[in-house]
């Protein structure tokens, strides 16, 4: 070990201030063993340049694995996200379709009740005059119950798609708000 100041001029130091020579030296050995004990508790406490740069690989590698997990999980949340969506629109389209054609049912049987209905008013037409009032009034109350029922299904199937398609906003959003 390496002593940073002049032991020598320190026996001579203590020599000129009433020491013996012998004295001065015991007193300069205590002086280095104290310094060289405190040293060695020092470097024991102290990590190494090399240790030090071993540990910063060793966290460098921990993050990039981390990072590689992270990425790897992201890229499958959102495919699992895409798939998901493609479903829903799926279902949306399916669910679209099956209440275009019941629309369409509606009509032709209220166009087939219409035209049923109009036929028998024409053939008693001659007979009964008060019937056919009676008749016209009946069908142009069931026609507005219809209509108020097509409307109200229609207005029904809006709700449902417009909840549908909330939903899904919602549950992207979900997602984004995670991945942020």
Request: charged share 30%.
């Amino acid at each position: 070990r390496r002593v940073f100041f002049d032991t020598h001029a320190l026996v001579c130091l203590l020599e000129e201030n009433g020491f013996t020579t012998q004295q001065s030296e015991v007193i300069v050995s205590a002086l280095v063993k104290i310094m060289n004990t405190n040293l060695d508790m020092i470097y024991k406490d102290m990590v190494t340049k090399v240790q030090q740069e071993i540990a910063l690989q060793q966290v460098m590698s921990h993050i990039g694995g981390v990072k590689k997990d992270m990425i790897i999980l992201e890229k499958s949340e959102f495919s699992a996200l895409r798939s998901e969506n493609e479903k829903i629109k799926l279902e949306l389209q399916q669910i679209k379709k099956q209440v275009l054609d019941e629309i369409t049912k509606v009509r032709a049987d209220n166009k087939l009740n219409l035209n049923l209905e109009k036929s028998r008013v024409k053939e008693l037409h001659a007979q009964q005059d008060r019937a056919l009032t009676q008749t016209d009034r009946k069908i142009d109350t069931e026609v507005a119950d219809l209509k108020t029922m097509l409307e109200s299904h229609k207005l029904d199937n809006i709700k449902y798609l417009a909840g549908s398609v909330f939903t899904c906003l919602t549950v992207a959003l979900g997602f984004y708000r995670l991945w942020i």
